[in-house]
């Protein structure tokens, strides 16, 4: 099951098709929907979990806490919607494109993606692109 939680005045629409987004890249990868916890929050709540839970001084757009049973995937998504917002702008993207590839990323991170090395975040950059063409053709066919 995935949730959507908000600790700002954001509000998230769209739930249904980007809740079988998700649950369609978490069937192509392999892997079987567990719960799924997504927490929109500005960039001083999330800062804070960066700091008290990773010990990263550092604005983020996303912290994921994956709690998955083997091949289940389970877990929280914290995402940065001021975070979100800037780096659209900085991108030149719409912000829905920036959320959905955030909302992604997550996502890939429990199916085993990383993106610490360049060759890692290349590959996840491309898994992105890949997800972010299902829900646009998801969407376009609505």
């Known amino acids: ?18 809740s079988k987004w998700i649950e369609d890249v978490i069937a192509f990868e ?7 916890n997504y927490i ?8 804070k979990l960066n700091v008290d839970f990773l010990q990263h001084d550092t604005l ?8 998955s049973l ?5 877990g929280e998504i914290y995402i940065s919607v001021e975070r979100v917002k800037e780096n659209a702008m900085l991108f030149k993207t719409p ?3 920036e ?8 996502i890939l991170h429990y199916c085993g993606y990383k993106d610490k090395t360049e060759s890692e975040a290349e590959l996840m950059r491309l898994k992105e692109d ?4 299902i829900i646009e053709g998801q969407v376009n066919n609505k």
């Open 1 to 18: 099951m995935i949730n959507f939680f908000s600790e700002t005045d954001f509000e998230f629409k769209n739930t249904a098709v980007i």
């Open 30 to 36: 392999g892997f079987e929907l567990g719960d799924i």
């Open 40 to 47: 929109f929050c500005n960039d001083d709540y999330l800062h």
């Open 60 to 67: 983020t757009d996303i912290i994921s806490f994956d709690n």
């Open 70 to 74: 083997g091949k289940e995937i389970h």
């Open 95 to 97: 912000f829905s494109q």
């Open 99 to 106: 959320l959905d590839r955030v909302i992604i990323h997550g």
């Open 130 to 133: 890949e997800a972010l063409q």
